[in-house]
C-alpha cells in the first residue's frame, strides 16, 4: 500500500479535514496567515525555540527538507519575532512550503511580496537574539495541537488543522467520504433543498447498510 503524504490531502479544505478527523487537530483561531498566501500544505518539520531566541528556526531552515513545513513553538511570547524578511527569503529559496508558530513575525512586506505562506498569532517590530540551539524533530505544542515530526499540515483562510501521521491514511479516506456528503449536500441547497432536506439526506446516508 502507498504511504500517505501531505500532497494526498491537495485539494481539500481544512475544515474538511477537521471533520473527517473527528473534529479533532484544529489550532486555536487565534493563529492567522500573515500575507496573501491562502491554502499550506506539508510535512511537519518541528522547532522549539527558547523564548525571544531566533537560532533554532535559523538552523530549520537549513535543515528542513523541500516541502517541509516549520512549526515552530516559541513559548507563545508576542513581545519578539520569531520569524522575518531574511528567513522568508532563505527559506523561499530552499523550497521550503511555509510557516506556522505561535509566535509572533515581522518583515510582512518582504512575506507578502515573496507569496510566503506564514501562519502566526501576531506581528511585532521586535526581534530577539541568536544564541540558543533550540530543539529540532520534537514534539511541540502550537495553539493547543501536539505536533509531531512528519505530521501532516494543512492551512487555509479558515485555520490550521494538524493530521498525525500515524493516522493519515484513516483520516484521509474519512476526508474523501466528508468531501463527497458536502459536495452532496451544497448541490441540494443549490437545487432549492432546505436544510430539512438535506438533513434526510445526512440521515439516509448514515444509516447501517444490512
Given amino acids: 500500500m502507498t504511504s500517505v503524504t501531505a500532497a494526498h490531502f491537495a485539494g481539500y479544505a481544512a475544515a474538511t479535514v477537521y471533520e473527517a478527523a473527528g473534529k479533532c487537530g484544529d489550532m486555536a483561531p487565534s493563529i492567522r496567515p500573515v500575507g496573501d498566501a491562502c491554502r499550506l500544505l506539508g510535512r ?22 523541500p516541502g517541509d513545513v516549520l512549526v515552530i513553538d516559541s513559548g507563545g511570547t508576542d513581545r519578539s519575532t520569531v520569524w522575518g524578511g531574511s528567513a522568508t527569503i532563505r527559506a523561499k529559496h530552499r523550497g521550503i512550503a511555509g510557516v506556522v508558530t505561535n509566535g509572533a513575525v515581522r518583515d510582512v512586506a518582504t512575506i507578502r511580496a515573496l507569496e510566503f505562506p506564514v501562519w502566526s498569532t501576531g506581528i511585532c517590530v521586535r526581534g530577539g537574539v541568536a544564541n540558543h540551539p533550540g530543539w529540532h524533530n520534537t514534539v511541540v505544542s502550537v495553539c493547543d495541537v501536539a505536533v509531531g515530526p512528519g505530521d501532516i499540515v494543512l492551512a487555509d483562510i479558515d485555520g490550521v488543522v494538524v493530521v498525525p501521521s500515524a493516522n493519515a491514511a484513516e483520516v484521509l479516506e474519512k476526508t474523501k467520504a466528508q468531501a463527497e456528503k458536502e459536495k452532496g449536500a451544497d448541490e441540494r441547497l443549490r437545487a432549492g433543498g432546505s436544510y430539512d432536506d438535506v438533513l434526510r439526506w445526512y440521515q439516509s446516508i448514515s444509516k447501517p447498510t444490512v
Fill in 44 to 65: 511537519a518539520y518541528t522547532v522549539r525555540c527558547w523564548p525571544s531566541d531566533g537560532l533554532a528556526f535559523m538552523r530549520a531552515v537549513e535543515m528542513a527538507e
